[in-house]
């Protein structure tokens, strides 16, 4: 069939994000996000409705910056990639902390109250640490790319924990984790992979989950 690209449109499938903002609430287990300031750099991209949406509706306080849905503008000077923006308004808003997610939403940085930047390596420190300590943590290790701060390898070794290393990519930390059963896994450029919530990475998933 022959198209006449004027006469296309597209029609968001609010069913579907209904299901997956209730997906991700539920992902927090009935804890509340009151009294949390949170500012969402959306990157104009995937997570423009979702991430905003979520947050408000745990109870959080938010600042969405980025959140254009055209598709013509995603990851431009915003997102995981471009933290200046994310960094001034969590400083002049005084939030608690900041998120950025790329444009597909599936990687996050996130940037602390006194707008330091936390990394991929920092969020696995941070999951493995809770993780284990509530047993969750898969023969005690963490599965990252030969990307990751040897800090990371220290960190964990000091905590009893060890980490397992891959080639750069997402599909190949993923590959290692399905072959060995471990549990979390990721890269340092925020792509977090866990377990018990998905075979994927989900940016807002991990955003809440950092945030509870």
Known sequence: PQYDEHELTTQPDTQASKEYVSYLLDSLDGASLSGLKVVLDCANGAAYGAAP????????????????????????????????????EVLSHKADIGFAFDGDA???????????????????????????????????????????????????????MQLVETQVGDKFVLEEMLNNNFSLGGEQSGHIIRTDFSNWGDGILNALQISK
């Open 53 to 88: 949406s979520s947050f408000l509706l745990a109870g959080a306080q938010v600042v969405a910056i980025n959140t254009e849905c055209d598709g013509v503008h995603i990851n431009e000077n915003c997102g995981a990639t471009h933290l200046a923006q994310l960094k001034k």
């Open 106 to 160: 599936d990687r996050l940085i996130v940037v602390d109250d006194r707008g330091n930047i936390r990394d991929g390596d920092a969020i696995l420190a941070l999951f493995a640490i809770e993780m284990a300590s509530k047993n969750m943590l898969s023969k005690n290790t963490v599965v990252a790319t030969s990307m990751s701060n040897g800090g990371l390898r220290k960190f964990l070794e000091t905590n009893g």
